[in-house]
């Protein structure tokens, strides 16, 4: 079993949807947790970290419960250019440990 | 500044061959990673580095892999007599150290086929 489950998509909806993403993650040692976005043949790139008490980044918004072991990710509004595949990151010692990620597309 | 750099970005070998990766991390950071990601799935972790020590390498798929890094700086993966199932885009991301926070660069990639 993956240490990082993701629902892996595709997700389509329409311009200015609002869309969420959840991801569950098997190690409770886990300390710190992340999302990552990454477009079509290109790397990853830190999207947003994740906090117990939440933390929002302009449309986004990252939520933690360490009780579940759940994460979820909330994008508003969406944008053309939100269309991605969003990586679910859990942290463990030194190794990021990621899902296999969620697809996304935006459409006009 | 500069970002994390990898070479080559292609590389098309036959299989059996040997080929070297190298990946060039942001100056001054001390922890520099691999991983893969093959076709359709997550990205993989391979080994670590902590300066020039590797303190886990359990990730590495055979003993046909192998990594080093010197000085702190550039690592070079090597894979030995390559098969197919190696084909991926291997990924090398560093980070300014060891934290409960630890925000990962990633470099380019280097995608890999193996004929």
């Known amino acids: 079993r993956k240490e990082v489950e993701q629902d892996p998509g595709p997700f389509n909806v329409p311009e200015g949807a609002t869309v969420a993403f959840n991801c569950t993650y098997s190690?409770?040692?886990?300390?710190?947790f992340f999302w990552y976005r990454q477009d079509c043949r290109k790397e990853p790139k830190l999207l947003m970290s994740?906090?117990?008490s939440g933390n929002e980044d302009g449309r986004f918004t990252a939520q933690l419960n360490r009780a579940s072991q759940y994460i979820s990710l909330l994008i508003r509004d969406s944008k053309l250019s939100d269309s991605a595949t969003y990586l679910c990151v859990a942290f463990s010692g030194y190794a990021l440990n990621f899902g296999k990620g969620t697809s996304l597309l935006v459409t006009p | 500044g500069a970002g994390v750099s990898q070479s080559p970005s292609n590389k098309v070998t036959e299989k059996g061959k040997d080929v070297e990766l190298r990946c060039d991390p942001i100056s001054g950071h001390t922890a520099l990673y691999w991983y893969r990601q093959s076709l359709g799935q997550g990205l993989e972790f391979l080994i670590y580095?902590?300066?020039?020590?590797?303190?886990?390498k359990s990730g590495l798929p055979s003993d046909r892999f192998s990594a080093e890094r010197t000085g702190g700086s550039v690592s070079t993966l090597t894979i030995q007599r390559t098969q197919q199932e190696d084909s991926a885009v291997y990924l090398c991301a560093s980070s300014p150290g060891r934290g409960t926070y630890n925000e990962q660069f990633f470099g380019p990639g280097t995608r890999l086929t193996v004929l």
């Open positions: 190690n409770s040692a886990s300390q710190s």
């Open positions: 994740v906090y117990s």
């Open positions: 580095f902590q300066g020039n020590s590797a303190p886990d």
